[in-house]
Antibody, heavy 119, light 110 residues
Framework: QVQVVESGGGVVQPGRSLRLSCAAS????????MHWVRQAPGKGLEWVAV????????FYAGSVKGRFTISRDNSKNTVDLQMNSLRGEDTAVYYC????????????WGQGTMVTVSS | QAGLTQPPSVSKGLRQTATLTCTGN????????AAWLQQHQGHPPKLLSY???NRPSGISERFSASRSGNTASLTITELQPEDEADYYC???????????FGGGTKLTVL
C-alpha cells in the first residue's frame, strides 16, 4: 500500500525548534520528489518545501526560507523538516506529500501532523 | 508569495454542473497548467486531476479539468452530496521557483 505517515508534531514555544518526519512505504521512495505542505487552522493549503529524489536540490517558500530545512534519507525512506525559530504563524497541520513523476501534482498525502506554536 | 486566484465559494443544486476556476499567470498556470485537489473537512487533500488535465485512477469521470491561457477550470457534473468539499488548484511557478496554491473554493451542493 502506497502511503506516507508524518510524525513529530506537538506544542512548542515561539523561537524554539521542532523536527517533523515522514515515513514512506509501498513505492520506490528514492525515485520521487517529496514535499511538505501546511494548512493553518481554518485556512487553505500553503506549500512549504520540496526536495529532489537524490536530496541534492531543495526549494522553500519565502515564509520559511532560512528557518526550515528539508532533508531526506533514501536508505530509511524518510523525509524530514527541521523547523527553527518557530513563530505563531507556523501553527498548522503539516502534510508530507509525494509529487507524481512528471505529472506536476501531489498524488499521495499523509494524514498530517499538528504543530502548535504558543507560549 | 503570490498564489493562484479561486472564488471563495460556489453553490449549485443536486445533479447540476459546477465549474470552478483558478487564475494564475504565464509563469504558473499559463506555463504548465494546474492540478486540482479535493479536501473534505478533517481529511487530507486528495488528487483529482494532474496538471495535464488527466485523472488519477479511481477518480470519477464526473470530474474534468481544462485550461485556457492563464486560467484552469474544474468541471463537476451530476453533483452529489459527497462533492461538497473544498477544492484547491496548484501549480509550479517558474519565476518564484516555488509551488503555489489557490486559496480554495468551498463547494456547497444544495
Amino acid at each position: 500500500q502506497v502511503q506516507v505517515v508524518e510524525s513529530g508534531g506537538g506544542v512548542v514555544q515561539p523561537g524554539r525548534s521542532l523536527r517533523l518526519s515522514c515515513a514512506a512505504s509501498g513505492f520506490t521512495f528514492s525515485s520521487y520528489v517529496m514535499h511538505w505542505v501546511r494548512q493553518a487552522p481554518g485556512k487553505g493549503l500553503e506549500w512549504v518545501a520540496v526536495i529532489s529524489p537524490g536530496g541534492s536540490s531543495q526549494f522553500y517558500a519565502g515564509s520559511v526560507k532560512g528557518r526550515f530545512t528539508i532533508s531526506r534519507d533514501n536508505s530509511k525512506n524518510t523525509v524530514d523538516l527541521q523547523m527553527n525559530s518557530l513563530r505563531g504563524e507556523d501553527t498548522a497541520v503539516y502534510y508530507c506529500a509525494r509529487e507524481s513523476s512528471g505529472e506536476g501534482a501531489f498524488d499521495i498525502w499523509g494524514q498530517g501532523t499538528m504543530v502548535t506554536v504558543s507560549s | 508569495q503570490a498564489g493562484l486566484t479561486q472564488p471563495p465559494s460556489v453553490s449549485k443544486g443536486l445533479r447540476q454542473t459546477a465549474t470552478l476556476t483558478c487564475t494564475g499567470n504565464s509563469n504558473n498556470v499559463g506555463n504548465q497548467g494546474a492540478a486540482w485537489l479535493q479536501q473534505h473537512q478533517g481529511h487530507p487533500p486528495k488528487l483529482l486531476s494532474y496538471r495535464n488535465d488527466n485523472r488519477p485512477s479511481g477518480i470519477s469521470e464526473r470530474f474534468s479539468a481544462s485550461r485556457s491561457g492563464n486560467t484552469a477550470s474544474l468541471t463537476i457534473t451530476e453533483l452529489q452530496p459527497e462533492d461538497e468539499a473544498d477544492y484547491y488548484c496548484s501549480a509550479w511557478d517558474s519565476s518564484l521557483s516555488a509551488w503555489v496554491f489557490g486559496g480554495g473554493t468551498k463547494l456547497t451542493v444544495l
